[in-house]
């Protein structure tokens, strides 16, 4: 039983940035964007996030967790979103195809991360770390009282505020999405760029905005992974630390079906499948082919959603397509 | 209504007209303006990190070029990366988005490291590497089928799929590392033990011969694609499925052909790596070239050829990455950041060449709205 | 500046690359009146409205709303104007709402209460007596609904100056006379009122002016009270022209193509084709009528080996007089071409399915012809010289064989198509809208091939959307309404009516 509330635990935890991932690629895609870079992005931000609280608790005498983590936050946000800038400005205003820009966002996200996260531990003589203070912010429970109830008190309360922050996020972003003007304009610029154009929405505006919103979005998911603790030391730089994540992310939004509350499930799904070998270890899996489950199950969820074709659940009708009002 | 919106509106700063046709050599000379701008501004990024750019850049070529020995490791970054660009061309060419590159390498590796670690003993030297050629082709071609068999019978996503094969490799070849395929003379160190000297690439002016084999591999490809009939059908699937069913191809077949085609140089390429230059396999064996591959591909029009000289020019800068490194100590990833750089500029530079812009040339015109 | 014009354009130039769309034009709309934008196909009455409607911006010139001078750089700043437009080829978003869509775009209250919308779109709909159910997903309506809730749209938005870009192209005969109806109502309520066209009987049924484009130029703007088709014409075409299709007598009509049974459904599992049967003959032009979306691309798709078809289906192809058949159904069509069937195809997607623009005029002809021979290698040759045969026969403006397509007109693009289909001497030639988006001269200039190879014996089949055309150009039509063969009619004998009815019910009819 132990064992179980631990696993789901560890799972919500692991769900985390998945979700937060997910979300940034799902408000992108909606837009009728296809950003391939989020890994890219993730490196951005979680290399941006970490620096920045890096910096915050040098120059403060008695640094405070709040402002370390809201400095991060707005670091990482920022710094991904940027990254999506760049991929706005050579896909929406100057029509490179977006499959290709995706992935030299990639390339250069992974590189910036890994460049700035190695220049960082050098330039403070080999190693740099976020201090306790932030470490702390970003791991322990927000509920220290509530998490103490038996059971229910760990499974719902025990978690660190990103966790809360990416589930709300998620339903805000459905809100948003289904039951607002902007939401409603957002989803036809996807769906049909012409047709929201010749409505008199401004497809280019709405384009980039989502683009930079849904990439700092995963950014955040970045930082998460930087900061956490879970799965390593935290909050300091490790290289490559962030592979993966980004590509799973992408997967994830093909299977909630470009919808953000669905996008909650599918992630604690894979964020289970990723932390199982710690709980249920299989005496005859070794650990190495353990891994790839998630990646297993990735390509499992891309075959049936691609068997099973209905007109619900359907990417944007423009996904991957530019927009040239005079085209003829 | 809103009118006071349209009040203060006046002619657009700048449209976006078609170009009809623009010079070859027109075209070159943006790209070429693209290329220097990015390293202008890699350049300061340099100089924000307090080195002299010209400094940094000059140490990059020397570092790749300037003796034999920086030579030689330059072309071993060379081989696989033009290898796998290769194998990429037809199915970008195609519109099948395959960055399982790195996965198929790896495949490849794997297959002939099982020759050259397990079955050296049992023939001669020629065959046995003959044998590591034939197995890397067709562990390749496997990996390339799967993603490509699903995409043909079902339309699933590529782009994800061979991505997630990429992962699925790399465990499978961590296991071997960890368990069956250990080195027990590696002292509790989970390794896998180096090849015998029979499994390992002959050298031809002090470079194994893979070198002659991907530049072979460019000419073929570059005819394969322009004057085959098998050419022919990639490029009409890529510019339009539905014309490539009404004019009677299977694309089905034509599409798992020339993935396996793709998957099968990839891994190629693995056994380059592998019993070329690394002379043992690890997960890092594919080392990232897969990727890389991609921006040559893209870069070079998918045109083998220009790909060569693309090839060269992203080798110089990864093995002056290295140089740098111990030179200026600065990470070694910057070529990543460099190579990005280089393709946004150049992704950027391409709709200069579609497009002209016409910038607002008429005095403001005092607008009144309706009322 | 005259209080009475809605709409005053001065001198508005327009080109797109080389071509020039729009040239000097000058063009006045009055309140409460309806004018007809009468032109050819490529004549430039779209690009002159979508100035208007914010789509394009001009070159040069001056445009007045209401007497005022305006610069309209969006489809917003058209809307805030009062100007809305119905494209023709509607810009709704297939898997919302009715209500979703009308309301897109539009100010209002953050938080989206879809109740209310609903309400003041039935409002709406109620005062002019349209009939739509603002709940309902826009892949659900025909095509006629669909345009409904364009109108509908253009009216929440308070337009008091609406353009109707080919509004009767997809509807059938009555529906027609609903919209017309429509139109007189708003234009009494003193709104203005453009509808694009190359309609002659519609423009004289429908407008009180009419503005005349022909190439790009601005011709004359005639009250239609004093104007008859002829005089239309002239000033459309540009000179005198007969409007009389060639029809020669079909010679010793022999069946091609008898098709048995033919039934098919889409993904959904929606019957698209209920037991069709019909028989093509020889030196015949077998004409399918029926609104659109009634089966005619699955109907040809079908008979190509491109749409798969029910298990009881038959299509029996006869190469010559001989009476020996060929089964095509449940082949494929490389099978069906290995068997030596002449089967030729003029789709109606012709950049997206006939032809591929990025490659030049040479490899166009190579789709057709690459698989020949067991040779691994390409021949190029070959189809180069047929390119430049058929450029030169047909006539196709471009400045070589190696010019991409797409950088051709739509008509010339045409006449590649055709000019490849029936350089193979097919025994069946099926052809999908073959004229539409052409001008006159090239229409006829199809016209005329078709006959050609009709009376050269081929079974040319005809899917066709202008009534007009299809009762001068056939010999006999099987008219479609809603997968089912509703008839099939003597092109000579029967009438406009006639057909436009058969389309619209089921009733089953033989020919006399």
């Known amino acids: 039983m132990t064992d179980v509330l631990n696993f789901l635990v560890a799972a919500v935890l692991a769900l985390c940035p998945l979700l937060l991932g997910t979300l940034g690629e799902t408000l992108t895609e909606k837009s009728g964007n296809l950003n391939l870079g989020v890994e890219g992005m993730m490196f951005?931000?979680?290399?941006?996030?970490?620096?920045?609280?890096?910096?915050?608790?040098?120059?403060?005498?008695?640094?405070?967790?709040?402002?370390?983590?809201?400095i991060a936050l707005v670091c990482a946000f920022l710094c991904a979103a940027f990254g999506a800038f760049l991929y706005s400005v050579l896909t929406i205003s100057l029509r490179a195809n977006q499959n290709v820009t995706g992935l030299a966002l990639t390339i250069f996200g992974t590189g910036f991360g890994n460049f700035f996260g190695e220049l960082l531990g050098n330039s403070a003589g080999g190693y740099a770390a976020v201090g306790d203070v932030t470490k702390g912010a970003f791991n322990n429970g927000i509920f220290p009282g509530l998490a103490n109830i038996p059971v229910?008190?760990?499974?719902?309360?025990?978690?660190?505020?990103?966790?809360?922050?990416?589930?709300?996020?998620?339903?805000?972003?459905?809100?948003?999405?289904?039951?607002?003007?902007?939401?409603?304009?957002?989803?036809?610029?996807?769906?049909?760029?012409?047709?929201?154009?010749?409505?008199?929405?401004?497809?280019?505006?709405?384009?980039?905005?989502?683009?930079?919103?849904?990439?700092?979005?995963?950014?955040?998911?970045?930082?998460?992974?930087?900061?956490?603790?879970?799965?390593?030391?935290?909050?300091?730089?490790?290289?490559?630390?962030?592979?993966?994540?980004?590509?799973?992310?992408?997967?994830?939004?093909?299977?909630?079906?470009?919808?953000?509350?669905?996008?909650?499930?599918?992630?604690?799904?894979?964020?289970?499948?990723?932390?199982?070998?710690?709980?249920?270890?299989?005496?005859?899996?070794?650990?190495?082919?353990?891994?790839?489950?998630?990646?297993?199950?990735t390509i499992v969820v891309l075959v049936s959603v691609s068997m099973r074709r209905r007109r619900k659940n359907q990417p944007p009708a423009s996904l991957g397509l530019a927009y040239f009002r005079e085209e003829r | 209504m809103n009118e006071t919106s349209i009040r203060d509106r006046k002619e657009p700063f700048a449209r976006i007209v078609k170009r009809d046709d623009i010079s070859r050599v027109k075209a070159w000379g943006i790209r070429l303006a693209a290329i220097l701008l990015s390293l202008l501004a890699g350049g300061l990024l340099i100089?924000?990190?307090?080195?002299?750019?010209?400094?940094?850049?000059?140490?990059?070529?020397?570092?790749?070029?300037?003796?034999?020995?920086?030579?030689?490791?330059?072309?071993?970054?060379?081989?696989?990366?033009?290898?796998?660009?290769?194998?990429?061309?037809?199915?970008?060419?195609?519109?099948?988005?395959?960055?399982?590159?790195?996965?198929?390498?790896?495949?490849?590796?794997?297959?002939?490291?099982?020759?050259?670690?397990?079955?050296?003993?049992?023939?001669?030297?020629?065959?046995?590497?003959?044998?590591?050629?034939?197995?890397?082709?067709?562990?390749?071609?496997?990996?390339?089928?799967?993603?490509?068999?699903?995409?043909?019978?079902?339309?699933?996503?590529?782009?994800?799929?061979?991505?997630?094969?990429?992962?699925?490799?790399?465990?499978?070849?961590?296991?071997?590392?960890?368990?069956?395929?250990?080195?027990?003379?590696?002292?509790?160190?989970?390794?896998?033990?180096?090849?015998?000297?029979?499994?390992?690439?002959?050298?031809?002016?002090?470079?194994n011969i893979g070198w002659i084999i991907v530049l072979a591999l460019a000419v073929l490809m570059f005819i394969y694609m322009?004057?085959?009939?098998?050419?022919?059908?990639?490029?009409?699937?890529?510019?339009?499925?539905?014309?490539?069913?009404?004019?009677?191809?299977?694309?089905?077949?034509?599409?798992?052909?020339?993935?396996?085609?793709?998957?099968?140089?990839?891994?190629?390429?693995?056994?380059?790596?592998?019993?070329?230059?690394?002379?043992?396999?690890?997960?890092?064996?594919?080392?990232?070239?897969?990727?890389?591959?991609?921006?040559?591909?893209?870069?070079?029009?998918?045109?083998?050829?220009?790909?060569?000289?693309?090839?060269?020019?992203?080798?110089?800068?990864?093995?002056?990455?290295?140089?740098?490194?111990?030179?200026?100590?600065?990470p070694a990833s910057a070529s990543d950041v460099l190579i990005g750089m280089i393709l946004f500029f150049m992704l950027g530079c391409e709709f200069f060449i579609k497009y002209r812009l016409i910038f607002r040339t008429r005095r403001r015109i005092e607008v009144v709205p309706n009322d | 500046m005259d209080p009475l014009n809605a709409i005053e354009m001065r001198d508005i130039t327009k080109t797109f690359g080389q071509v020039l769309a729009s040239s000097h034009i000058s063009l006045d709309i009055r309140w409460g009146e309806i004018l007809a934008l009468l032109g050819e196909n490529g004549s430039g009455k779209t690009t002159l409205m979508n100035m208007l409607s914010g789509i394009y911006f001009p070159d040069s010139g001056h445009v007045h709303v209401s007497g005022k001078e305006v610069t309209i750089r969006s489809p917003k700043d058209a809307i805030a104007l009062g100007i809305g437009m119905v494209h023709q080829h509607f810009k709704l978003v297939d898997n919302m709402t009715a209500a979703e869509n009308i309301v897109l775009g539009l100010r209002g209250s953050w938080r989206l209460d879809l109740k209310k919308i609903s309400a003041k779109v039935r409002e709406i709909s109620e005062r002019y007596g349209f009939n739509i159910n603002p709940d309902r997903k826009i892949y659900d309506m025909s095509v006629s609904e669909k345009q409904t809730v364009e109108i509908v749209k253009v009216l929440y938005r308070g337009a008091n100056i609406l353009i109707l870009d080919e509004p009767t192209a997809v509807l059938t005969v009555q529906e027609t006379e609903k919209l017309f109806a429509v139109l007189r109502s708003m234009r009494d309520d003193g709104k203005s009122i453009v509808i694009i066209t190359h309609k002659l009987h519609e423009v004289l049924a429908l407008s009180d002016r009419v503005t005349v484009l022909r190439k790009g130029v601005y011709i004359d703007t005639v009250k239609t009270s004093g104007a008859t088709a002829q005089s239309l014409t002239e000033m459309m075409v540009g000179r005198a022209v007969s409007l009389n299709i060639d029809r020669p007598a079909p010679v010793k009509p022999t069946p091609r193509l008898v098709v048995k049974n033919v039934s098919c459904m889409d993904d959904e599992g929606v019957k698209i084709l209920d037991d069709v049967s019909f028989t093509a003959r020889s030196g015949e032009i077998l004409g399918?009528?029926?609104?659109?979306?009634?089966?005619?691309?699955?109907?040809?798709?079908?008979?190509?080996?491109?749409?798969?078809?029910?298990?009881?289906?038959?299509?029996?192809?006869?190469?010559?007089?001989?009476?020996?058949?060929?089964?095509?159904?449940?082949?494929?069509?490389?099978?069906?071409?290995?068997?030596?069937?002449?089967?030729?195809?003029?789709?109606?997607?012709?950049?997206?399915?006939?032809?591929?623009?990025?490659?030049?005029?040479?490899?166009?002809?190579?789709?057709?012809?690459?698989?020949?021979?067991?040779?691994?290698?390409?021949?190029?040759?070959?189809?180069?010289?047929?390119?430049?045969?058929?450029?030169?026969?047909?006539?196709?403006?471009?400045?070589?064989?190696?010019?991409?397509?797409?950088?051709?007109?739509?008509?010339?693009?045409?006449?590649?198509?055709?000019?490849?289909?029936?350089?193979?001497?097919?025994?069946?030639?099926?052809?999908?809208?073959?004229?539409?988006?052409?001008?006159?001269?090239?229409?006829?200039?199809?016209?005329?091939?078709?006959?050609?190879?009709?009376?050269?014996?081929?079974?040319?089949?005809?899917?066709?959307?202008?009534?007009?055309?299809?009762?001068?150009?056939?010999?006999?039509?099987?008219?479609?309404?809603?997968?089912?063969?509703?008839?099939?009619?003597?092109?000579?004998?029967?009438?406009?009516?006639?057909?436009?009815?058969?389309?619209?019910?089921?009733?089953?009819?033989?020919?006399?």
């Open chain 2, 226 to 330: 322009r004057y085959s009939k098998q050419g022919y059908e990639i490029a009409v699937v890529g510019e339009s499925v539905r014309t490539s069913k009404y004019i009677g191809m299977n694309v089905p077949k034509v599409i798992i052909r020339t993935i396996v085609i793709s998957g099968a140089i990839a891994g190629l390429v693995g056994c380059l790596i592998v019993a070329g230059s690394a002379y043992t396999l690890s997960d890092t064996s594919s080392g990232g070239y897969g990727f890389t591959a991609i921006t040559v591909a893209w870069l070079g029009g998918l045109n083998p050829f220009a790909m060569i000289i693309i090839t060269v020019f992203l080798a110089v800068l990864t093995k002056g990455a290295n140089t740098i490194q111990t030179n200026f100590k600065i």
């Open chain 3, 288 to 512: 399918i009528a029926g609104i659109s979306g009634s089966g005619q691309k699955e109907l040809l798709e079908g008979i190509a080996g491109l749409y798969p078809l029910a298990g009881a289906s038959s299509i029996q192809y006869f190469p010559d007089d001989s009476g020996q058949a060929t089964e095509l159904v449940g082949k494929r069509p490389r099978q069906i071409r290995d068997l030596g069937v002449a089967l030729s195809f003029v789709p109606e997607d012709r950049l997206g399915m006939g032809l591929v623009g990025s490659m030049d005029l040479s490899d166009n002809m190579l789709l057709r012809s690459y698989s020949e021979g067991r040779n691994f290698f390409t021949n190029r040759k070959a189809p180069k010289k047929l390119a430049e045969d058929v450029v030169e026969q047909l006539r196709i403006a471009t400045p070589g064989v190696s010019t991409p397509v797409s950088r051709l007109s739509g008509g010339n693009v045409q006449k590649v198509l055709v000019g490849r289909e029936i350089s193979v001497s097919p025994t069946v030639l099926m052809t999908a809208y073959a004229v539409r988006g052409l001008d006159i001269n090239t229409s006829y200039t199809i016209y005329g091939l078709l006959n050609e190879q009709k009376k050269a014996g081929v079974a040319v089949i005809y899917v066709g959307e202008d009534l007009d055309v299809l009762l001068e150009l056939c010999d006999r039509i099987v008219v479609l309404c809603g997968g089912r063969v509703s008839g099939i009619v003597e092109g000579r004998a029967t009438t406009k009516e006639e057909v436009g009815l058969l389309m619209t019910s089921l009733k089953k009819e033989e020919a006399p």
């Open chain 1, 44 to 70: 951005m931000g979680g290399v941006a996030g970490l620096a920045g609280s890096i910096y915050y608790e040098k120059a403060a005498a008695h640094p405070v967790a709040w402002v370390s983590v809201v």
């Open chain 1, 152 to 297: 229910v008190g760990k499974l719902l309360f025990s978690y660190n505020f990103m966790v809360y922050l990416s589930i709300a996020l998620a339903l805000v972003m459905a809100y948003i999405l289904y039951r607002t003007r902007t939401g409603l304009n957002l989803r036809a610029v996807g769906e049909k760029h012409a047709a929201a154009d010749a409505a008199g929405v401004n497809v280019t505006a709405y384009k980039y905005l989502a683009t930079c919103v849904g990439g700092g979005i995963s950014g955040l998911g970045g930082l998460y992974i930087v900061m956490n603790s879970s799965n390593g030391v935290g909050g300091v730089w490790v290289h490559n630390c962030i592979a993966g994540y980004g590509w799973l992310s992408v997967a994830l939004v093909i299977f909630a079906t470009w919808h953000p509350s669905r996008a909650i499930l599918c992630a604690l799904i894979f964020g289970g499948l990723s932390v199982m070998r710690y709980y249920f270890p299989v005496s005859f899996i070794p650990s190495s082919i353990y891994e790839v489950f998630p990646y297993i199950a």
């Open chain 2, 47 to 207: 100089l924000a990190l307090g080195h002299n750019p010209f400094a940094v850049y000059r140490d990059m070529v020397t570092g790749s070029l300037a003796t034999k020995t920086a030579l030689i490791a330059t072309a071993k970054i060379a081989i696989p990366l033009l290898g796998a660009a290769i194998s990429i061309a037809p199915a970008f060419k195609m519109k099948f988005w395959n960055i399982g590159t790195e996965g198929q390498i790896m495949a490849g590796a794997l297959a002939a490291s099982y020759f050259a670690l397990f079955q050296h003993g049992n023939m001669s030297r020629p065959v046995l590497i003959l044998v590591m050629f034939a197995a890397s082709v067709v562990a390749g071609g496997i990996w390339g089928f799967i993603p490509a068999f699903f995409k043909a019978k079902w339309g699933t996503n590529e782009t994800l799929f061979t991505l997630m094969l990429n992962y699925i490799i790399i465990g499978i070849v961590k296991y071997l590392r960890m368990g069956p395929w250990k080195n027990p003379a590696s002292g509790g160190f989970p390794k896998i033990a180096m090849f015998d000297d029979a499994a390992r690439l002959p050298s031809v002016f002090g470079v």
